[in-house]
């Protein structure tokens, strides 16, 4: 019984390391990435006129901040139910991260759609201000929560561990849809 548990454990920990690898790494890079002050002019700002036309929507901040536990919990199940499913998605959603890392670094580039003023005062606008506060408006092209969010969608579709859960399948779907729309 010890020996079949310690194999769980070694099996789990050997597919688990490579991402959590990934993670630290990821993170301490687009980090510094955050952190390397920039003059506006060194900055590629993001502008299309069809932005002009995106109201301000408060009740976004929570599908933008339920982006974290989705992902981790599409890597989850997939870890837990379609193993070559997790494999793929995990090597889709690294090798975008990384060129997101690749173009922030060799175009530094930013939006300027946040508003000056918010338009209502509440629970959500307070929790969008504290968003501000520690997530800057630079380093959004590509979008690591629209592309993780494709990711995690397309996991969700392409799995065979889906295939009994057609309204988890649904939902994922919607759930990556919002997210996208949010960001």
């Known amino acids: 019984?010890?020996?079949?548990?310690?194999?769980?454990?070694?099996?789990?920990?050997?597919?688990?390391?490579?991402?959590?690898?990934?993670?630290?790494?990821?993170?301490?890079?687009?980090?510094?990435?955050?952190?390397?002050?920039?003059?506006?002019?060194?900055?590629?700002?993001?502008?299309?006129?069809?932005?002009?036309?995106?109201?301000?929507?408060?009740?976004?901040?929570?599908?933008?901040?339920l982006w974290f536990g989705f992902v981790f919990l599409t890597l989850a199940w997939l870890y837990l139910y379609d193993k070559g499913e997790y494999k793929r998605s995990c090597l889709f959603m690294f090798t975008g991260m990384s060129i997101f890392l690749m173009i922030s670094t060799v175009i530094p580039n930013g939006l300027s759609l946040r508003p000056a003023v918010f338009p209502r005062d509440n629970m959500l606008t307070d929790a969008v201000r504290a968003l501000y506060l520690t997530d800057t408006s630079t380093n959004v092209f590509p979008s690591i929560h629209v592309y993780n969010s494709i990711a995690c969608a397309l996991a969700a579709v392409y799995s065979k561990s889906m295939d009994k859960h057609p309204v988890l399948r649904t939902s994922w779907v919607?759930?990556?849809?919002?997210?996208?729309?949010?960001?």
């Open 1 to 65: 019984m010890k020996e079949k548990t310690a194999k769980k454990l070694w099996d789990f920990w050997k597919d688990a390391i490579p991402g959590v690898a990934f993670f630290i790494i990821y993170m301490l890079y687009f980090h510094r990435l955050e952190t390397i002050p920039h003059s506006m002019g060194d900055i590629w700002m993001i502008h299309l006129k069809i932005d002009d036309c995106i109201p301000f929507m408060e009740i976004f901040i929570i599908p933008y901040l």
């Open 174 to 183: 919607i759930m990556a849809t919002l997210i996208i729309l949010s960001t």
